[in-house]
């Protein structure tokens, strides 16, 4: 841990205002490493799309909105296109305002996985940390962060080791996990509760395996999160009897981990690598156990038997058979592993350790151990 304190700009991610659920996992992200950060004293300025809110105050932190257009998620496009940077984009026009502020900082960390602010790294004097939030999607991504690695590794973190083994880097990855604000999480429980399913609802998010593993176990599935494909979303509600799905909708963090912290266990089914998994941890911090496809960034969360159970990918048997045995995992066993590996204190203090080291050039393979 470093004992001076730093000031850090935090670039938010352009597809969409903090709060709006388009980002995805990575506004939470933000959210907690902010006050993670200035609980260890440092000040830091957000620039974040118009309407962007932080649910707290603090004298060490400002807060810059910016106005434009949304800019397009690299998950909906293919990965041979280009970069697409529509007219009155808010993705340059966040990188216009940090600019402005660059000599007043020490750093900046970039939250957008986007290719312009990995190409400023390249060109401006300023040290720009990125912390890529996503499994390559992209070629002309893959190959911008390829080059980041080999021109300035110390400026290149990821969530997860597996997920760092999507991209081809010049040398060991860094790897800070995530983390998230203990207090607004309270432990539940409970052990009779309906089964419970979150992310955006989307195919590559695997929704209609958990539907169907709850249809065949006759249980109701609590599902959470803003429906990104209505199409998507009508044919899994037309597949299966009408009641087994309880629609939730995208809920602020208070009252989302309210009903999580009900679920007897929860499901897990994504059909790409996901770099990390933020819905595991917020039901482990919940107490309540995961059952998961042993897929990327999940695989590295769920001891197996501990705080949940991983199955093999598209296994539908394997998880119907794990979720029996959710009753053998103490709920106490989920919350203490959330507190020791991702509080959003732990979260920091890795980030903290990481910029430090990158400023001085002491490049450290990996903060977790």
């Known amino acids: 841990m470093i004992n001076n304190k730093l000031k850090l700009i935090l670039v938010s991610t352009p597809i969409g205002y903090l709060g709006s659920g388009r980002g995805g996992g990575v506004e939470l992200t933000i959210i907690s490493l902010i006050k993670g950060l200035i609980l260890l004293g440092h000040k830091i300025t957000l620039v974040a799309p ?28 293919k990965e041979t296109d280009p970069v697409l940077i529509p007219s009155n984009s808010v993705l340059p026009k966040l990188w216009d305002a940090v600019l402005e502020l660059e000599n007043e900082y020490d750093a900046v960390i970039n939250f957008a996985y ?31 962060i390829s080059q980041i690695s080999q021109l300035f590794p110390f ?27 203990k207090d607004n999480y309270f432990f539940n429980d409970n052990v009779n509760g309906p089964l419970g399913w979150a992310g955006r609802i989307a195919p590559e998010k ?17 599902v959470w999160g803003i429906i990104e494909d209505k199409e998507y979303a009508s044919e899994i509600e037309n597949t299966f009897r009408k009641g087994i799905i309880n ?12 009903q999580l912290g009900d679920c007897r266990a929860f499901i897990n089914t994504p059909k790409w690598n996901e770099a990390y998994g933020n819905v595991i941890v917020e039901a482990l911090a919940c107490g309540v156990p995961v059952v998961a496809y042993d897929l990327g960034g999940p695989g590295e969360l769920i001891e197996d038997g501990f705080n949940g159970f991983l199955v093999q990918p598209n296994d539908l048997e394997g998880m119907k058979k794990a979720i029996k045995l959710v009753s053998k995992i103490k709920r106490r066993n989920c919350r203490d592993w959330f507190e020791k590996n991702a509080s ?26």
Do not use: C
């Open 50 to 77: 118009k309407g962007s809110k932080v649910p707290f105050k603090s004298d060490n932190l400002e807060i810059r909105l910016i106005d434009g257009i949304d800019q397009p998620s690299w998950q909906h496009q």
């Open 247 to 258: 629609w939730k909708g995208f809920l602020p963090t208070t009252k989302f981990q309210e």
């Open 114 to 144: 986007d290719w312009l602010p990995l190409w400023l790294t390249k060109t401006k004097g300023i040290k720009i940390f990125h912390l890529i939030s996503m499994g390559a999607e992209s070629i002309v991504m893959n190959e911008i």
């Open 206 to 222: 695997g929704l209609e395996d958990a539907v169907k593993i709850a249809s065949d176990l006759g249980e109701k599935l609590l």
């Open 155 to 181: 400026q290149l973190a990821f969530h997860t080791k597996r997920q760092s083994r999507d991209y081809s880097l010049n040398s060991d990855p860094i790897i800070v996990g995530n983390g998230f604000d």
């Open 344 to 369: 959003n204190r732990v979260f920091a203090e890795r980030v903290e350790n990481w910029i430090n080291k990158g400023l001085n050039k002491n490049i450290s393979a990996d903060f977790q151990n």
